[in-house]
């Protein structure tokens, strides 16, 4: 099954030959225009004008161009642009709608368009190009249920939406000058896309117009008996309803409240739909006709409903308040049903003038509102992001869920609609991941981002986000930002927050651990402890700066943190600069530290419990456990490594630069498992993989990589695995009980060989 949306204005494009007669066409073009200007006065002067340049270009594009009904072409943007000035949508709107088929139909560029008119302008008529070029193919039943939502959700401004019913209503108003064969496509195409949007949005007036018109020419006999039928009850109960409204007016002049009243009549398609649905006669339909009733303000409505009620008695369970609590698109009305002259029911619904005009047209009373009046504080109100009313689709529509799995295209194809677990709709670029989304809500979220949720399910942090799925994030105090996010993240703002973020950690961690070190070191001189920043220090840090060739303290700890300088070579210096000021070493303080700096209690080591994040590096050559001894290297730039004592690498390093370890030992308990390799070598066989994993599960180790090698697997097979272990004890635990796991040959710690 498919489903095509054609070019806008496909029902009546029809671009014949001009005929011999410019005058008449001139003239029909020219009253055309001018019955749009009537409508421009809530514009200024100088959008008027902006709409009249935009009408004199599209004039010269379609120039030649005629509808089937043989008049000129630009009579339809015309009647577009007249229709969006019902929703007195803006000057840019209004430009837009005469300018929407120029670059289909007319060789003119997007480029134009923004030269001539400006980037919004052309991004208006662009997206409603995109619109009707759109295509859509799926064996689903529900396609047209995706279309309206995919319309809805994909389109970036309103007015791309407005502009479109606009244009598809006054495509189905001439419809009639059609070839025959084209109706029922159209129309159908018509009601069960189209309509539905406009009622989603709240345009009741044109979703019941779209409704009738589609209607008239999909089922022309039934539409033809059920306007005569229509037509006859009309007169037959005139003087019923005349003699409703005449009481109504009465009881509502006796209490002194000011209403308007208006009469409401139900669409011929909706009277046919509930025929048709329930299985019901023309006669047994009772609600055909009913009253607005529009008084001044809120509480006037429920005093409304109770006039009617003395009035007439209520139908039980026909009572609806939309005021309480209203519909999602912003509908806001009392309804109920009461039992008239006759025993005819009549349906009567009570509302105030701004709840009336929502009700008549949706998402386009914000503009009505701005129009009248900027400063209303319902204008505000009224201008909620329209892409909720997707929502309101999904909410209301049986196969909602479904939805997103049958939309196979996009009419943004660089931007994915996502929404947050309070049905917000967020847009991101395509290939945007989780921690994308986490950033784009607070930068605060995205730092100490732990995990995340994708449509209730948890997944990677690296997932990439596809149209329509529910994230939510899992943050943890405790949670930085990992430089691996880097290597996936496609925003420019979450990139940029990572760098910052670890900029900042490093260089604070670097300076805290260079700071110690430098105590470290100045303590083996025999100084108790670094000079403050009192004045009367200020010339000895001034002269170690010079000496260092840092701009301030901060960097000089920071270079002594990540190595690129040497913290006793900084001490003895400064060593040299306290005894110019009279300071003399303490050497007991210099016996203690130096000699019994092997010691495992020494003052100044670096304690290690696993908090330590970009300053520390635990290397991946022989992957060091608490319990295990260990020493320190400062790298150049690096920072603290961590090695074993028996690291075939740190042993070369010590050779070539042995004042660059420093001592180091591990916290009674530290914060977290630490990874390290294990190698198990197995008699290949079935299940052998998963009993070594169950194996390892048992003794609480966690799997974090595992590999196998790219070569054939042989009878005996090598097994590499990352598992992280609480302490030296627990690694021995897990070995033991790997190797008495059948068909485990042998299993050992990976360590650098010499």
């Known amino acids: 099954m498919s489903a095509v949306i054609p070019s806008s204005s496909a029902p009546a494009q029809g671009h014949r030959k001009p005929e011999n007669n410019p005058a008449a066409a001139a003239n029909a073009a020219a009253a055309s225009f001018a019955a749009l200007t009537a409508r421009l006065d809530y514009l200024g002067a100088s959008d008027v004008e902006l709409v009249r340049r935009a009408y004199r270009f599209a004039d010269e594009a379609h120039l030649g161009q005629l509808r089937n009904s043989g008049e000129p072409y630009i009579t339809h943007p015309i009647a577009v642009a007249v229709q969006c000035t019902e ?59 995706s279309f309206r939502k995919m319309l809805l959700a994909m389109a970036r401004d309103v007015r791309v939406i407005l502009i479109k019913l606009a244009d598809r209503t006054h495509n189905m108003r001439t419809l009639a000058d059609m070839p025959r064969e084209k109706w029922g496509r159209i129309s159908a195409e018509t009601l069960e896309i189209y309509a539905p949007i406009a009622h989603r949005l709240g345009l009741n007036q044109t979703y019941r117009e779209l409704q009738d018109l589609s209607f008239r020419h999909l089922r022309p006999w039934r539409y033809a008996i059920l306007s005569k039928a229509v037509t006859r009850a009309r007169n037959r109960r005139r003087d019923l309803i005349q003699k409703v409204r005449r009481e109504v007016e009465t009881a509502f002049s006796e209490t002194g409240m000011k209403v308007r009243i208006a009469g409401r009549e139900k669409s011929l398609y909706s009277i046919y739909k509930k025929m048709d649905e329930k299985h019901l006669s023309f006669a047994q339909v009772t ?58 029911n009549v349906e009567f619904q009570m509302r105030t003038e701004a709840m009336h005009v929502v009700a008549e047209s949706g998402v386009a009373a914000h503009w009505l509102y701005k129009a009248s009046d900027p400063n209303s504080p319902a204008a505000g109100r ?19 869920a479904e939805f997103w799995d049958h939309v196979k295209v996009d009419l943004f194809p660089d931007a994915v609609y996502v929404f947050t677990p309070r049905s917000q709709i967020m847009a991101l670029p395509r290939g945007a991941t989780v921690v994308d989304f986490a950033y784009a809500i607070h930068s605060n979220v995205g730092d100490h981002t732990a995990a995340a949720k994708i449509n209730g399910e948890q997944v990677p942090l690296r997932t990439e986000l596809k149209n329509g799925d529910v994230v939510e994030i899992i943050i943890a105090p405790v949670s930085t930002p990992n430089p691996a996010w880097l290597g996936f993240v496609r925003t420019g703002r979450a990139r940029s927050k990572i760098r910052h973020h670890l900029k900042t950690m490093a260089q604070a961690e670097s300076q805290a651990l260079g700071e110690k070190l430098l ?100 290397a991946q050559c ?133």
């Open 519 to 618: 105590t470290q070191a100045l303590r083996a001189e025999g100084m108790e402890k670094l000079p403050g920043d009192e004045a009367a220090y200020f010339s000895t840090w001034d002269k170690l700066l010079r000496f260092t060739g840092s701009r301030n303290k901060s960097e000089l700890l920071t270079d002594i943190g990540l190595g690129k300088r040497i913290a006793t070579i900084v001490a003895k210096r400064l060593v040299t600069l306290l005894a110019e000021r009279g300071e003399k070493p303490d050497p007991l303080l210099m016996t203690r530290e130096r000699y019994t700096a092997h010691e495992t209690l020494s003052q100044g080591a670096v304690t290690l419990d696993g908090t330590e994040n970009a300053s520390v590096q635990y």
């Open 87 to 145: 929703w007195k949508l803006d000057a840019q709107a209004l430009m837009a709608a005469l300018l929407h088929d120029a670059m289909e139909d007319c060789g003119v560029t997007k480029t134009d368009l923004i030269e001539s008119f400006g980037a919004p302008v052309a991004e208006l008529v662009d997206g409603l190009t995109k619109l009707d070029k759109l295509q859509f193919h799926t064996r689903e039943e529900n396609q047209s249920e």
């Open 382 to 400: 009224l201008g909620v992001k329209w892409l909720q009313s997707l929502l309101d689709i999904q909410d209301e529509t049986r196969d909602a």
């Open 622 to 754: 022989c992957r060091p456990v608490p319990g295990e001894k260990i020493v320190g290297y400062l790298g150049r730039g690096e920072g603290l490594v961590v090695h074993l004592a028996d690291c075939s690498v740190a042993k070369r390093l010590k050779h070539k630069d042995a004042e660059r370890f420093i001592h180091v030992e591990w916290a009674d308990e530290p914060s977290r498992p630490f990874e390290t390799g294990v190698m198990v070598t197995v008699a290949n066989g079935k299940g052998v993989l998963a009993r070594v994993a169950s194996a390892l599960a048992a003794a609480e180790a966690d799997i974090t990589h595992m590999d196998m090698g790219e070569e054939a697997a042989q009878e005996a097979t090598d097994l590499r695995f990352l598992i992280a272990v609480r302490d030296s004890a627990h690694l021995e635990t897990v070995l033991r009980a790997l190797n008495r796991t059948t068909s485990v040959l042998l299993a050992s710690r990976i360590k650098p060989s010499a």
């Open 287 to 344: 609600d055909i006709y009913g009253f607005r009733v529009i008084v001044p303000g809120i509480t006037d409505c429920y005093t409304a409903l109770g006039i009617l009620h003395q009035l007439y008695k209520p139908v039980p369970g026909r009572f609806k308040d939309y005021i309480a609590i209203a519909k999602l698109n912003g509908y806001q009305s009392l309804h109920t049903t009461l039992v008239g002259p006759s025993g005819v």
